[in-house]
């Protein structure tokens, strides 16, 4: 099983304007980091998911770049699989798309409006938009999206994995009939493992599998140099996430309880890991000077 530890950009302090995410970017491609995952977020600092993954997948040669996660319903999802295909021939092996349902940010829901039900219309985009990566022509008339002989180009030589987060049984199940794999957040290694579950079975009932090592969740990490006032708003923002579970079950407190906390997920059955600092980040080199020290050493396979 291969192990893999990525870096997830969030809108931290001045670290992911302009001038913070090409830094990033270039100290990950320097130092060998596995991947980089970019936020669909509105509004903030942050660098816009796909212009994100343009640039870095342009201005690099073996980071793999991923969004997490991705919005899907609100957007036409004839043109998402274009700019995949585009991405993923450009940059072959190195696009990795995960999508959700709606915005984590309930002030960005309205950025996304759809014509029904959204759990009925992410479903049917998803499906619109894995035939056009793989089929040369493509008619479909469902409830939302009409597309009579169809197609994307330039197609991509392989197979584009189409990843998707969340945690609700429904959604979970939908991975297992429809998905690659799954990009979890704010899960404890209990319920992540309870997660895996239902994702097989609702995977074997369809005569199909989700890879075994395509199960994966996103991590923050308090770093030690953070602020009192730092660590109450990252601990206000796990409760506002999972007002059910003590921030401490899912949010790591320093490089000591990252390690052990991986260490948990990879026994509950995960392998993808999105590292995320969940306080702002001054500069990028520091931290990353401490994730190659404490947690690559954790990667295998």
Not at 72 to 83: K, Q, S
Not at 106 to 122: C, I, S, T
Not at 257 to 264: D, G, L, M, P, T
Request: hydrophobic residues 45%; contains cysteine.
């Amino acid at each position: 099983m291969k192990v893999r530890i990525g870096i997830g950009s969030l809108p931290a302090g001045g670290s992911t304007g302009a001038d913070g995410f090409v830094e990033l970017v270039d100290e990950l491609e320097a130092r060998g980091i596995d991947s980089l995952w970019l936020p669909d977020l509105v509004g903030t600092d942050a660098v816009d998911a796909h212009t994100g993954m343009a640039f870095a997948l342009g201005r690099t040669r073996t980071l793999k770049v991923g969004t997490g996660v991705l919005v899907l319903p609100g957007r036409n999802p004839a043109l998402v699989a274009a700019e995949l295909a585009s991405l993923a021939t450009l940059a072959p092996k190195r696009v990795l798309p995960a999508f959700g349902v709606r915005p984590a940010r309930a002030r960005e829901r309205q950025l996304y409006p759809v014509p029904g039900d959204r759990a009925a219309v992410f479903e049917e985009a998803l499906v619109v938009v894995r035939r056009l990566l793989t089929e040369d022509r493509v008619t479909h008339h469902g409830e939302f999206f009409q597309l009579t002989d169809a197609s994307v180009g330039p197609r991509p030589p392989g197979h584009v994995d189409l990843w998707l987060g969340g945690r609700a049984r429904v959604g979970l199940e939908r991975i297992g009939r429809l998905a690659d794999g799954w990009l979890g957040s704010f899960v404890t290694p209990a319920e992540a493992a309870e997660c895996r579950a239902i994702i097989e079975r609702a995977a074997a009932a369809e005569g199909r599998a989700v890879e075994p090592d395509h199960y994966g969740t996103n991590l923050a990490v308090v770093p030690p140099e953070a602020t009192d006032a730092q660590i109450a708003a990252a601990l206000a923002n796990s409760v506002d996430r999972r007002p059910d579970v003590s921030p401490d079950q899912i949010v790591a407190h320093g490089w000591a309880q990252a390690r052990e906390r991986i260490a948990e997920y990879v026994d509950a059955g995960l392998t993808k890991f999105v590292v995320r600092p969940a306080t702002p980040v001054p500069d990028w080199r520091g931290f990353l000077d401490r994730f190659d020290q404490e947690l690559r050493p954790l990667e295998s396979g």
